[in-house]
């Protein structure tokens, strides 16, 4: 079973906005053993949605377009489907019902913009938009093939895909015509090693693979993450090849699942029962930011101190000043001072500092942009590390930040 | 002149990688006055590589590859190139001694599979890569059409689409055979008004644009950005449209320009020599990583807390104690006690404190999900606002980060 993303807009034709709803949205077909054949991102244009969505339904089974379902001129997906249907729109009760109870709060919303929200095509499957008031609208062809149009909002499209489309094709898969393979995608994450290097070191283990098993290297912020992914291959056939892999990346192998890094870093702190605080000159935030990304966190991440300014630096994490003087904010002995300053601040039994020169000013013959230190505060003892992470500023600091998390887990192992 | 942009890589068909490459590609197309016809995201296969790029080259003057240049063999986009425009691989002294140069200090990188990399299609226009390995290829047709093929590795694309292959499109385009329009986006960004009701406001507005200009309606996180884009229109008569619309939202206008809020506020503060930290509970280093994420925000931005846990608001931000027992710490008295007390702590002139529930779990009746105080400490007072911003989690502290910002860029006026 095979299916193709249609999202539609303007604004990601002219890169007003990054498309981060095909990514979500492929995640959750490939789990539900859906392969998704294509992406396509067209305008605000009737021609150009009805054109792609022909081609998608002549190319595969499913066929979910995303955006153009607002209230406002812009918006014309409803009216393109409808065209392409040969169905009118109708007023629906039941939709009505919901926006009025969604803005009952918000009386100023309900005009006459948002009531067009409650016509929907004759010919639709209607199902329930639980937080928002764009209907999400579905056809099944003659021959079994789906349609679905979805809200452009994330929030709302997410929510939409998880509770409504993967459950309807879920009970509609006989009808469809076809099966949903079977795959599976196993992804370890190493570092320390080139990919070209990596590749001919795995030349021979790739070589023996069976043909439906695939090895891709996604090289990412100074990491490569490794995927194997599987077609209708048993499950201990993959489990088996999975070992080998692991065994044969042993020596550079940071993470064996496909979990983001401070998810892992995370769950072995809880697991430790430590907890964790930050100390950030050049990365501002963003291990702070990262760490508590996901729900849970506060159980082992209890706070960060940005110190961007050297004041900062001194009052708040106690960076003496004759270190600041002698050695520089871009130092050994300054990350140490960091480090151990947030620890001894926020109480926690572990603390990250980085300091650094993310450019694209305060380069030095010395100290050329790019330059990093980072340390890591223990219960014990403290390490330090220099590191050349490139020389754009949006690259230092996410390699930065990956440095920082990779170096924890190994303290943490 | 039209442009289409091929991706290709299994990676964005799994949701492994959010394509940020396009929306990039497609803004820098678009300021040189070539129109983003379609984004097509295509597997590493070469059926569908080469379908894919034959039916761009039917509709469009310029595709763009980007994708599969890697050294490893999942890389295939060089090889299914050279087969579409039949043509052979040959050494290319010219990309072998750039390799060497900038792997000089990494020789464990130049093996034999690095050393693939400098081999060229014959019939292509080899561009340099400044910054990596893989070749920049371009195809010109006898029709003048133009095909590029680039690295998927963000940082190389973006100073190949900079560096390259823009200079090179400018240089040909008496060649491709059709002109670049004359294309102008102006953005404003609103807030504190529903999209339809804005609509309805702006719909006479609307019905008057000439058929060559368009609005648009960009929610996100509690904004609207409203775009006018305009082909061909003189600028004059886009400026007095943009001049019109600014008046019609005067209420609600957040920003005049099409900024981050992020810059927005840092532009400020310069201009003022004024000085910002923060003080972040719920939203985590979000704003710390917004405010300084961009180069020059050391001049105006100093430093934050995250304070996570109680004890880092009690020990590091001086919350009192009773505020926590009594208030909580989501609470009017707690917000104003943490701005005040990272404003002391960093010695700067603003600072911003969030504190509030972003769930899943922790809400209660009286607080529920959502609930998130911001407040605002200034040189001569500290304000406090209560918000209810949605049920999911990172919708929660995306549209909180926004409300701190726009109240403080109000503030800042």
């Known amino acids: 079973m095979r299916a193709e993303i249609i999202t539609i807009g303007d604004e990601l034709l002219i890169g007003q906005v990054v498309d981060t709803?095909?990514?979500?949205?492929?995640?959750?077909?490939?789990?539900?053993?859906?392969?998704?054949?294509?992406?396509?991102?067209?305008?605000?244009?009737?021609?150009?949605?009805?054109?792609?969505v022909h081609e998608a339904l002549s190319r595969v089974e499913i066929v979910i377009t995303t955006g153009g379902l607002g209230p406002t001129k812009d918006d014309i997906t409803k009216h393109v489907l409808c065209d392409y249907f040969s169905t009118d729109l109708i007023p629906s009760a039941e939709v009505e019902t919901h926006v009025r109870d969604l803005y009952r709060d918000r009386p100023d919303v309900l005009n006459r913009l948002t009531e067009t929200q409650w016509l929907v095509p004759r010919s639709a499957i209607?199902?329930?938009?639980?937080?928002?008031s764009a209907p999400l609208m579905c056809w099944q062809l003659p021959?079994?093939?789906?349609l679905f149009s979805l809200p452009g909002v994330p929030y709302e499209?997410?929510?939409?895909?998880?509770?409504?489309?993967?459950?309807?094709i879920h009970r509609q898969s006989s009808a469809i015509g076809c099966q949903?393979?079977?795959?599976?995608?196993?992804?370890?994450?190493?570092?320390?090693?080139?990919?070209?290097?990596?590749?001919?070191?795995?030349?021979?283990?790739?070589?023996?693979?069976?043909?439906?098993?695939?090895?891709?290297?996604?090289?990412?912020?100074?990491?490569?993450?490794?995927?194997?992914?599987?077609?209708?291959?048993?499950?201990e056939q993959v489990v088996e090849l999975k070992a080998?892999?692991?065994?044969?990346?042993?020596?550079?192998?940071?993470?064996?699942?496909?979990?983001?890094?401070?998810?892992?870093?995370?769950?072995?702190?809880?697991?430790?029962?430590?907890?964790?605080?930050?100390?950030?000159?050049c990365t501002g935030g963003?291990?702070?930011?990262?760490?508590?990304?996901?729900?849970?966190?506060?159980?082992?991440y209890w706070g960060s101190v940005v110190a961007y300014d050297n004041s900062v630096k001194q009052n708040v994490l106690g960076v003496k000043s004759s270190t600041l003087n002698q050695a520089g904010a871009v130092s050994e002995a300054c990350v140490r001072e960091m480090a151990e300053g947030v620890r001894r601040l926020c109480g926690t039994d572990y603390a990250i500092a980085t300091s650094g020169i993310a450019g694209p000013s305060g380069g030095t013959q010395d100290k050329p942009i790019g330059t990093v230190w980072i340390a890591w505060a223990t219960p014990t003892t403290t390490y330090a590390e220099c590191f050349?992470?490139?020389?754009?500023?949006?690259?230092?600091?996410?390699r930065a930040t990956m440095r920082a998390l990779i170096r924890l887990l190994k303290i943490l192992q």
Chains 1, 2 share one sequence.
């Not at 209607?126 to 937080?131: A, E, G």
């Not at 499209?157 to 309807?168: D, G, K, N, S, T």
């Open 157 to 168: 499209m997410e929510i939409a895909m998880r509770e409504q489309v993967l459950p309807f």
């Open 21 to 52: 709803n095909s990514a979500f949205m492929a995640e959750r077909l490939n789990e539900q053993g859906i392969e998704l054949f294509q992406i396509t991102s067209v305008h605000d244009d009737a021609n150009h949605i009805r054109q792609a």
């Open 180 to 235: 949903s393979s079977e795959i599976t995608h196993c992804t370890v994450m190493v570092s320390g090693i080139p990919e070209s290097s990596l590749a001919i070191h795995l030349e021979h283990f790739e070589q023996q693979l069976p043909a439906s098993v695939h090895l891709a290297y996604l090289p990412k912020d100074g990491t490569i993450r490794l995927r194997l992914s599987a077609y209708n291959v048993a499950h």
């Open 388 to 398: 050349h992470l490139g020389k754009l500023r949006d690259q230092i600091t996410d």
């Open 244 to 281: 080998q892999l692991m065994n044969l990346v042993r020596e550079w192998l940071v993470i064996d699942e496909d979990v983001p890094i401070e998810l892992a870093v995370g769950q072995r702190l809880q697991q430790l029962g430590k907890t964790i605080s930050t100390a950030e000159s």
């Open 286 to 300: 963003k291990l702070a930011a990262l760490l508590n990304r996901h729900a849970g966190s506060s159980a082992w």
């Open 126 to 132: 209607i199902l329930p938009n639980r937080v928002g």
């Open 143 to 146: 021959s079994g093939k789906l």
